[in-house]
């Protein structure tokens, strides 16, 4: 079956330009999680989706960054007025509700802020 | 606060070697340990995982126990192949809350023929 789409996969935009970065979950996943790849931090996670419950933004580095999930499935990312250190590989991630189940990688969204 | 310490890359071996890639962790509770590959190109995918202590996760040639007493996931292979080149992640997740999954900083393996 299909996996974790993400769009576009590559991102170009200027210093101080909003940018939003879409994620399809695998239907019927009810868990949904965004990481952010960079060079100087690794792997962070950013925000996590479960179902109908309001999301844990405990990972977002600041208040220009926000996420939201319609229906369940799809989500946005969305950064604010962007800055050069916004730069990085953007992931999202789907799973089950189940305990320890398997997260599902999406192949990332590359932004780069010039 | 949870926290995942990865063995610096690069690593470079010839086919065949023996790898060892070193993971360390702390963690509140009993975290679940997986590692996560990256192949060139390609999204993260999980390798193997292991729940429990004494567990050993196992795939692909690849091994890694979950050792308590020394919060070590070690990776490991017994003979590489030049299709094993990609960059390595090890993780862990603890039970509740966003069960988010905290990596290390990865390591890029690269077998050479």
């Known amino acids: 079956g299909a996996g974790v789409s993400q769009s576009p996969s590559n991102k170009v935009t200027e210093k101080g330009k909003d940018v939003e970065l879409r994620c399809d979950p695998i239907s019927g996943h009810t868990a949904l999680y965004w990481y952010r790849q960079s060079l100087g931090q690794g792997l962070e996670f950013l925000i996590y989706?479960?179902?109908?419950?309001?999301?844990?933004k405990s990972g977002l580095p600041s208040d220009r960054f926000s996420a939201e999930r319609t229906g369940g499935s799809v989500s946005t990312l969305t950064i604010q007025r962007t800055q050069q250190e916004d730069s990085a590989v953007y992931l999202c991630a789907s799973s089950t509700d189940r305990t320890y189940n398997e997260q599902f990688f999406g192949p990332g969204t590359r932004l780069t802020v010039l | 606060g949870n926290s995942v310490t990865q063995m610096e890359g690069p690593v470079t071996l010839s086919e065949e070697a023996f790898l060892t890639i070193n993971c360390t962790y702390t963690a509140t509770g009993y975290p679940s340990l997986f590692w996560y590959v990256q192949y060139p190109g390609e999204g993260l995918q999980l390798l193997l995982k292991a729940t429990k202590a004494d567990d050993k996760g196992s795939n692909k040639g690849f091994e890694a126990t979950y050792r308590k007493e020394t919060t070590s996931f070690h990776l490991e292979k017994g003979s590489v192949q030049v299709s094993d080149s990609a960059v390595y992640f090890c993780?862990?997740?603890?039970?509740?809350?966003?069960?988010?999954?905290?990596f290390g900083t990865g390591t890029r393996l690269t077998i050479i023929p």
């Open positions: 993780a862990l997740r603890t039970l509740g809350g966003n069960e988010k999954l905290t």
């Open positions: 989706f479960q179902g109908n419950s309001a999301p844990d």
